[in-house]
């Protein structure tokens, strides 16, 4: 069967750049194994959910999407065509679908609540801020356009570098460095006062 | 043969910018080097390196809930297989459950959920109903209960969860507990395993052989 043969020659191509995990699970996936896919999945879900409520600022949009993503993983898996790691073909299709979902709002892409979080007593991400810095940490990300989010969130959380952050974004690795210097300007700028506290 | 490349900006400029990524080991060898040459003779730069290395620590460290979805994704497969091997195509009126149905089975077994877990933790009675109801075809039963810490972060609790080779299965509940899958046969030295992690507030078996 052809699927068998893609998966393997995808795990020839990519060899140690990828956790041989995903790959392994990705084979079965291929092959059209349920048990495979639903591994893969949770493998999966925890790194994608916490992207996508990152980028998207909208719990309720972040299941639908993630659940679109791994849905064209286990449609489209004959797509993959093992040039880049998996994890960045995965991360791409998810970061494709949640720009997609954003514009579905008709409303602009800025986080309209950005402005109200900060004075808000209490945010609704009141229960995440275990300290006063990670929740004004929290409301300035939520000040930043979805794709400086996306870059900082990439860089420091999922540890990716700048080209596959470019890979995922399909945009130029320059535009990744620019974005990511104005990002953490901005971040430090809002974090003034925090600041000390962490020198 | 090695490929040194001069800084082609200004070398602040460059240091700023891939600064993100010598914090996280994302630097291509050559990179670094410059950089990290660039640093040593630069007081500048080596102070804005500290502040981004607390803000990056702080992004890493952000916890940012995420929820378990595999029951909405298994619904859907099985919903395009069927839609697959129906030709032609089936209208509405032929799905076996409207979105309301689902969510009112959803509830109720959230519900039922509850209840046992509630049962099980108060009253230690035996909780027979949730096997019936809460077997889904094909899905994997679940056979412990586990409460987080509330400030436990997601990576530990996925770390904790694959060297103790067990599985989530359902959850959160209102009362925020999993549900968890254990190998039988090692079922009660990994509930000891996880209730000596920090990280774990309650671990208990969840059927009533183990409770007696």
């Known amino acids: ?199 | 043969m090695a490929r040194i490349l001069p800084f082609t900006v200004d070398p602040h400029r460059e240091t700023r910018d891939l600064m993100p990524w010598l914090i996280t080991g994302r630097l291509e060898p050559e990179e670094q080097a410059r950089v990290e040459a660039h640093l040593a003779a630069c007081e500048a730069c080596s102070l804005e390196l500290a502040g981004e290395r607390a803000l990056a620590g702080e992004v890493a460290e952000l916890p940012i809930a995420t929820g378990i979805g595999w029951a909405a994704m298994r619904d859907r497969l099985d919903t395009a297989a069927r839609q697959a091997s129906f030709v032609p195509a089936p209208p509405p009126v032929r799905r076996r459950f409207t979105m309301a149905q689902i969510g009112a089975m959803l509830a109720a077994q959230a519900a039922l959920l509850a209840a046992a877990v509630t049962i099980t933790l108060r009253v230690e009675a035996p909780i027979a109903p949730y096997h019936a109801l809460g077997a889904a075809p094909a899905a994997v039963a679940g056979n412990a209960i586990i409460v987080f810490r509330p400030d436990a972060r997601e990576s530990d609790i996925s770390r904790l969860l694959k060297a103790n080779d067990v599985r989530l299965v359902d959850g959160p509940t209102a009362a925020n507990a999993y549900v968890l899958h254990i190998p039988d046969a090692a079922r009660a030295p990994t509930l000891d395993r996880l209730r000596s992690n920090a990280a774990v507030v309650l671990a208990e078996p969840l059927d009533t052989a183990a409770l007696r």
């Open chain 1, 1 to 199: 069967m052809s699927d068998g043969s893609v998966a393997h020659r995808q795990t020839a191509e990519i060899g140690n750049a990828a956790t041989p995990e995903d790959l392994r699970l990705f084979a079965g996936v291929c092959a059209r194994e349920l048990d495979a896919f639903e591994a893969l999945y949770r493998l999966y879900h925890p790194r994608l959910a916490r992207f996508l409520l990152n980028l998207l600022h909208r719990p309720q949009m972040v299941e639908e999407v993630l659940n679109d993503t791994l849905f064209v993983v286990w449609e489209r898996s004959d797509t993959f065509r093992g040039a880049s790691k998996l994890s960045t073909w995965i991360f791409a299709i998810a970061y494709r679908k949640a720009m997609k979902a954003l514009r579905r709002l008709d409303e602009p892409v800025e986080d309209r609540e950005a402005d109200a979080r900060p004075s808000d007593g209490d945010a609704p991400d009141a229960p995440f801020g275990r300290h006063r810095t990670q929740e004004a940490l929290l409301a300035a990300l939520a000040k930043l356009s979805p794709d400086h989010r996306t870059v900082v969130d990439l860089t420091y959380f999922h540890e990716m570098g700048y080209r596959e952050i470019a890979a995922i974004m399909d945009c130029p690795v320059d535009t990744v460095k620019t974005r990511m210097f104005h990002a953490r300007r901005h971040l430090r700028r809002l974090m003034d006062g925090e600041l000390a506290d962490w020198l």
